[in-house]
């Protein structure tokens, strides 16, 4: 699948129209200047409450940053080298649903300056990231958030929980299987490797999940500059019987207020196969003179808790993590395969306009649906929000819980089948923040 560079894409005319009545500047940033680049990443890194960066962190993360589209607000008339007042990037990458994947508009580094809120300079951001991503015709958006009451008004809906495990592990004990394989271990820098190779194959086989870049793995890893707590960061791998590398597991262990016992925190846990996170799981939970392991982003339909000798030892927190918003509803539901069959007449209500219409689904099992526009005439079995249906879109979220909070307007009939039709396995899942 070929993907848009999203750089090619201009800043947005109705956004940057709006802004110039206030007397702000909207415009894409150059990050191929320095003179512009310098100043777009310490405003980031202001607006995420992160220290003054140093000349390897900067250009470290300007590597990660010159493949995005990068958009900065000014004030009209700032000399060259001025902090923006708000910022945002976004790239296209692969998302994965069932049946394959789709391209999808990545939004990150949302800031706004704390001396120009209110002022629409947030709306301006996102609705321009929206309308750009639709007019190059990319059918999703997708994020992460540090607030989560913020992107609800855009369209974007709760798409894909992630678990946070926090064990005890004198209670918990081992109580599961034995798995083959091998675990090794590996120095920081074979883990960036390590890292890009086994997520790039398992997140492939769990909806939801996006690719990774080459930037991330060494923060995980523990080689990028200013990284909390690189020095830190151990790792390890697991092996198959035919020698294949299948589970990755990035850790720190931090003392316990002196007492000689330790906490391990899991800073990322890939695998892809049943036996590769059995064993980085046993390792976690029988390392040495450790009492607690903490690990987040975790699927919800992770074997843990039935991998130990005592569930009670394991405490699980469900969140809020990966966040969709559909812009072309015919597109995005095509491009996914369907549990079951369904027929149904979908009223989709868009404030936006991105994705406002009605239209008929059909789909069988399995196969591909077609989408098409509603006769007028039609009277629609289902009427959803457009942030709901995104939270549907990837599996994660049943149509029923959404019914149940008002989000969907359905016959009975009708629910069912989008309950049992929108439904996948294995869970869905983000393993990473972007």
Do not use: C
């Amino acid at each position: 699948m070929t993907f848009i560079d999203a750089r090619e894409i201009p800043a947005d005319t109705t956004s940057r129209d709006r802004l110039r009545e206030s007397a702000l500047d909207y415009r894409v940033v150059d990050l191929r200047d320095e003179v512009q680049a310098r100043p777009f990443q310490r405003a980031v890194g202001r607006g995420f409450l992160g220290g003054e960066a140093n000349d390897e962190a900067l250009s470290f993360a300007r590597e990660s940053l010159s493949e995005r589209r990068t958009t900065g607000v000014f004030e009209q008339g700032a000399p060259a080298g001025t902090l923006p007042i708000a910022t945002i990037d976004s790239w296209v990458t692969p998302l994965t649903v069932p049946g394959g994947e789709i391209p999808m508009w990545a939004i990150s580094g949302v800031t706004v300056a704390g001396t120009h809120r209110r002022r629409g300079i947030a709306r301006a951001l996102l609705e321009g990231e929206l309308r750009a991503a639709r007019s190059a015709g990319i059918a999703i958006a997708g994020l992460t958030v540090s607030e989560a009451t913020i992107y609800g008004r855009y369209g974007f809906g709760s798409a894909l929980p992630a678990t946070r495990f926090t064990v005890d592990t004198r209670r918990a004990g081992w109580g599961g299987f034995e798995p083959t394989g091998r675990l090794e271990y590996r120095e920081r820098e074979q883990l960036v490797d390590d890292l890009a190779q086994v997520h790039e194959r398992a997140r492939r086989t769990r909806s939801g999940r996006i690719a990774g870049w080459p930037g991330r793995w060494q923060q995980f890893a523990g080689v990028a500059p200013a990284e909390a707590d690189r020095d830190k960061v151990r790792g390890v791998r697991h092996l198959d019987a035919d020698g294949e590398v299948r589970g990755v597991l990035v850790y720190t262990v931090d003392d316990r207020e002196g007492s000689f016992r330790f906490s391990l925190r899991v800073r990322m846990l890939v695998a892809e196969t049943r036996d590769a996170r059995a064993a980085l799981w046993r390792f976690a939970l029988q390392h040495d003179l450790v009492d607690e392991v903490t690990a987040d982003l975790q699927t919800p339909d992770d074997p843990l808790p039935w991998l130990v000798a005592d569930q009670r030892g394991v405490a699980q927190e469900v969140h809020d993590h990966g966040w969709l918003r559909i812009l072309d509803v015919p597109a995005a539901l095509a491009a996914r395969t369907y549990a079951a069959d369904v027929e149904l007449t979908l009223r989709v209500v868009d404030p936006l306009g991105f994705a406002d219409g009605t239209w008929r689904v059909h789909a069988a099992a399995g196969g591909s649906p077609s989408i098409v526009a509603a006769e007028a005439s039609d009277p629609a079995s289902v009427t959803i929000g457009v942030a709901a249906l995104s939270s549907l879109y990837a599996g994660g979220v049943r149509a029923s819980a959404l019914a149940g909070a008002g989000l969907i307007d359905a016959d009975d009939a009708s629910l069912r089948a989008l309950d049992v039709a929108f439904s996948v396995s294995p869970a869905p899942s983000l393993d990473i923040w972007y």
